[in-house]
């Protein structure tokens, strides 16, 4: 069954950087558009990167354009988020996520949330 786990998180101060790793089971991530996401409280969820599974396109929201990056190894079915320059706000949940169908550019199905397979989310604390 298709499956989704996130690790890498944990404690960083302001300024510091962090890798997350999604790695899957069950499907080949390399065949799939693949998104980070993260939910504050009170607030939507929010796509702070993800990237395309037919021409690697990425897609980064102004809140963190500059300071994340999305990439891909599929040798190891996995796919990383490495955050730059980290700010208390940056503290969260992050979520990694799957959709195998094309359905729209990167842009728009990340902005609307649009993956149907799921993490269950793992932890970043930026404080000092």
């Known amino acids: 069954q298709p499956h989704l786990v996130e690790s890498g998180g944990g404690l960083v101060q302001p300024g510091g950087s962090l890798r997350l790793s999604c790695a899957a089971s069950?499907?080949?991530?390399?065949?799939?558009?693949i998104g980070w996401f993260r939910q504050a409280p009170g607030k939507e969820r929010e796509g702070v990167s993800c990237i395309s599974a037919r021409d690697g396109s990425t897609y980064y929201p102004d809140s963190v354009k500059g300071r994340f990056t999305i990439s891909r190894d599929n040798a190891k079915n996995t796919v990383y988020l490495q955050m730059n320059s980290l700010k208390p706000e940056d503290t969260i949940l992050y979520y990694c996520?799957?959709?195998?169908?094309?359905?729209?550019?990167?842009?728009?199905?990340?902005?609307?949330?649009?993956?149907?397979?799921w993490g269950h989310g793992h932890q970043v604390t930026v404080t000092s």
């Open positions: 996520a799957a959709q195998g169908r094309i359905i729209g550019p990167v842009r728009t199905m990340c902005v609307r949330n649009d993956y149907d397979c």
């Open positions: 069950g499907f080949t991530s390399g065949y799939y558009a």
